[in-house]
């Protein structure tokens, strides 16, 4: 009863809300070879305890589609040029949002869903994962999307060729609680 009980906090604390702390960054997918169709974008949203993913991609054989952070932010050769997963703490493959950072690597996101119409669409929160600062960042790399369904097998999950790409890429950075937007208004002069 006492595990029972340790277990529910646990989740509760989980599953609250995660505050906007500091950074945004976007990854604009676009198919890896000539006259693909796959497009698609990433949004990332810092929070204090991690990193909120959200994904939309369109042009997409239906099915169920692996995607990852990969380590290189570089889409060419047909995505090779990205490399390997991220993998900072030098682990197995596995699915990260479950599996953390000891037991997955830090960009096995698992998959996409695609519907017939082509479009598929997922939200995740990866606990560590960053925008800013040293740690798990993820700036300036690649997200992946992959021919085929990552099966979480050993060891990058049989997910097949890479048919998008983009690039993470830090679109803002809210300094502090005093950070208001400026607009930009004509001075009249
Ligand atoms: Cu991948
Ligand atoms: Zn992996």
Known sequence: MKQITVFLVFFGVAMAAHPVFAATATAVIAGTTEGSIVAGEAIFTETSDGLDVEVKVSGVPAGKHGFHIHENGD???????AGGHYNPDNVMHGLVAKDGFEHAHAGDFGNIEVAEDGTGAVKTFIPGLALTGEQHNVIGKALILHE??????????????????GIITLSEVVAGVAAVSEAVTPDGE
Request: hydrophobic share 20%; with cysteine.
């Open 148 to 165: 085929k369904e990552d099966d979480f097998g050993q060891p990058t999950g049989n997910a097949g060729g890479r048919i998008g790409c």
């Open 75 to 81: 889409c060419s050769d047909a995505g090779k040029a």
